[in-house]
């Protein structure tokens, strides 16, 4: 059931939205807090802190749960970001989507994203490697690899070639 006050009638030109609320209902029967975790999408290459991510949280009973999510960035390096925690309701027959962003204080570098999931009494850890580097040190380094990747081919064939011609041109003739 969705219930919803009707505002009164504005004043002086003033608006007043309208406020819904929802009702439970307790009745009889048995319960079943049921619920997975669907889904954890940590794009592989951003190019702008914070990293960004979802998770999708699924409830397959009949009855609502909490949703408690702890999520940080991890470095191969040693340094551990800021711990960032989000709660929420996950309704029956639903799948919530939870928009996670992850502060860093370094523009560039690998990172491993680590959350915690605990939901119906379970506790799900998962983790995504991702690489955050801004566009242009991107584009910068991949011109400066393809640069060394054709010099070093053409080095390779101007090799080739010559190798070719000092055993095809004829040798010093012999009196």
């Known amino acids: 059931m969705f219930a919803e006050t009707i505002p009164p009638k504005p004043k002086s030109g ?5 406020v819904g609320s929802i009702f439970y209902l307790a ?13 954890y999408v940590v794009p592989p290459l951003q190019f702008l802190a914070p990293v960004d991510g979802t998770l999708a949280v699924a409830n397959t009973g009949n009855v609502h749960f ?13 340094k551990v970001g800021k711990p960032v925690t989000l709660r929420g309701e ?4 639903t799948v919530r989507q939870f928009a996670i962003s992850l502060p860093t204080s ?8 680590l959350v915690t999931v605990e939901y119906a009494g ?14 242009l040190t991107l584009i910068i ?7 060394i990747l054709v010099l070093g081919a053409w080095s390779v064939v ?5 190798r070719r011609n000092r055993a095809d041109s004829p040798g010093p003739a012999a009196s």
């Open 122 to 135: 379970k506790t799900v850890r998962l983790s995504r490697w991702m690489l955050l580097i801004p566009k």
């Open 158 to 162: 101007r090799r080739v070639r010559r």
């Open 14 to 18: 003033s608006h007043i939205d309208r």
């Open 141 to 147: 380094l991949s011109t400066t690899l393809g640069l």
């Open 66 to 78: 909490s949703t408690d999510i702890t999520a940080q960035l991890w470095s191969p390096f040693g």
């Open 106 to 113: 370094s523009p560039i570098g690998l990172y491993k994203a």
């Open 27 to 39: 009745v009889g029967g048995d319960l079943h807090t049921e619920g997975s975790v669907r889904s």
């Open 90 to 93: 996950v309704l029956p027959a």
